[in-house]
């Protein structure tokens, strides 16, 4: 049994990343970026208008005649004396002859000339050529994840493919045979599987919509048998289930028996402490325990900074915040402890009903309070350290 600081690291150590790929920009929100982007134009490419207005050269002069117009989409570089201005909206070129632009609400205006009431400060209200990024300026780096934002930037330079890395396919295995689909009528002595589902949604929840439920008895030969056809076909295989010690998990030795390599094998931690972690070729196997607590908690320590480290991300793990604990706490049996709580802008609450079958508390909470193995006691009003959780 190791520490959770170890299986960290283990899993850090052994999950490669995906191979790579060329996407439409329009398509790739939630991927990450797998090379640097480099700006192929000026951005503005010229001198624009930042407003509805009139173009000038800045001077003490207050009274301009207008000379020509200026709109969204023209190009015609209007020559301007002293004395001249242009009409000009949110957006047109900015000819070169002017310096400063003069919102519209500031002018008194007829069709031949404008009077400035308020006169701006030069330069004023003109966006210079190259203000966001110039050519040939780095983008976006390597590892950088694309988001609503990125792709309408990546847009306006006018670059529609990308290089990114590919999301793994996923599989989910739900063993145990007193698991009912929810729909199914439930007979007695059987429950409702929840786990298959409720880890779909938090892979969702990284942009992972690449993923296929199976389910199997507890029985050696059928979940060797199952195994031996996910391991060929997916990237990241998650089991719920089967993984403990009971006369009726048989997970950890089908999988041995397909040929997975063991990297470790239960974690000195509450709850989740039997989790198996294994590869074979570039495939990643999380056996997960069945209690639904249980497997969400390993979902967020372990399983999703492995598949943010596969998918090229630059930050894998989830920020961690520090609030004030707001009862005493003692921790009695030397694992490292996640408790779910409620925390606010200063304090955090643990919250009732910890046990590792139950996910109404988990439902309610909003992080992970952490409690290190080898820290027997907290006092109220000590620091302590929070995983805030979707």
Known sequence: MIEVSTAIEIIEANSPKMAVKQIKVRKALGYVLAEKIISPINMPPFRQSAMDGYAFKHSIRHQYDIVGTSQAGDHENIKLKNTEAVRIFTGAFVPDDADTVVMQEDVMANKDSILIAAMPEKLANVRPKGEQITKDEVVF??????????????????????TVYNKPKVAILVTGNELTEPGKKLKKGKIFESNSVMLEAALQTIGIHKTKIYRVKDNLKATKNILKDILKKYDVVLISGGI???????????????????????????????????????????????????S?????????????SRVGSSEI??????????????????????LKALYDETNVTILESQSSAMLNTFAAANCLLIVPHDVEEYKKDQEVVLLPIE
């Open 141 to 162: 780096e390597a590892n950088t994840l694309i988001t609503p934002a990125a792709i309408g930037f990546l847009a306006s330079l006018g670059i529609t493919e990308i």
């Open 296 to 308: 969400l908690t390993n979902f967020y320590i372990y399983v999703l900074p492995a598949i943010k």
């Open 317 to 338: 793990h989830k920020p961690k915040l520090v609030r004030k604990l707001n009862s005493d706490f003692k921790n009695k049996i030397g694992k490292t402890l996640f």
């Open 244 to 294: 403990s010690v009971g006369d009726y998990d048989f997970v950890k030795e089908a999988l041995l028996q397909n040929g997975v390599k063991e990297l470790f094998y239960k974690i000195n931690q509450k709850p989740g402490k039997p989790m198996f972690f294994g590869s074979k070729d570039e495939t990643l196997v999380f056996a997960l325990p069945g209690n639904p607590a249980s």
